[in-house]
C-alpha cells in the first residue's frame, strides 16, 4: 500500500495550485479518502472527505469554496485543486484513506498516509 502525493511548491497569494496522490497496490475508490494538512507548529488537520458512497464533505470552512477534492478512478489518482491561496494555507498537505468508511476527515480515523507535499504560499 503506498500512498504518493506530488503538486506542492511556492504559489503567491491569490494563486492556484493542484495536488495529486498516486495510490498503488490497492484502489483508491474502495475506501473513504481525505487531505489533511500540517502547519508549522500546529497539528495536523482534516480539510475534504470522500466517503465510500462519493459523497464529498468539506471538514475545514476556511477551504470552502476555494478547494475542491476530486478522484479520478481512472488513474487511481486523488486531486485537491486550491485557488485563491492564502498565506495561512501554508503547510505539509497529505492524502489519506481510511478503512472503516467516514465522512469527517479526524486523524485518528485514518490508517495510511502519503509522505506529504509542502505548499508555500508567500509573495
Known amino acids: 500500500v503506498q500512498l504518493q502525493a506530488s503538486g506542492g511548491g511556492l504559489v503567491q497569494p491569490g494563486g492556484s495550485l493542484r495536488l495529486s496522490c498516486v495510490a498503488s497496490?490497492?484502489?483508491?475508490?474502495?475506501?473513504?479518502i481525505a487531505w489533511f494538512r500540517q502547519a508549522p507548529g500546529k497539528e495536523r488537520e482534516g480539510l475534504l472527505c470522500?466517503?465510500?458512497?462519493?459523497?464529498?464533505?468539506y471538514y475545514e470552512d476556511s477551504v470552502k469554496g476555494r478547494f475542491t477534492i476530486s478522484l479520478d478512478n481512472a488513474k487511481n489518482t486523488l486531486h485537491l485543486q486550491m485557488n485563491s491561496l492564502k498565506p495561512e494555507d501554508t503547510a505539509v498537505y497529505f492524502c489519506?484513506?481510511?478503512?472503516?468508511?467516514?465522512?469527517?476527515?479526524?486523524?485518528?480515523?485514518?490508517?495510511?498516509w502519503g509522505q506529504g507535499t509542502l505548499v508555500t504560499v508567500s509573495s
Open positions: 470522500i466517503n465510500r458512497e462519493d459523497v464529498t464533505t
Open positions: 497496490g490497492f484502489t483508491l475508490d474502495d475506501y473513504a
Open positions: 489519506s484513506i481510511a478503512v472503516i468508511d467516514t465522512s469527517t476527515p479526524k486523524r485518528g480515523e485514518f490508517d495510511a
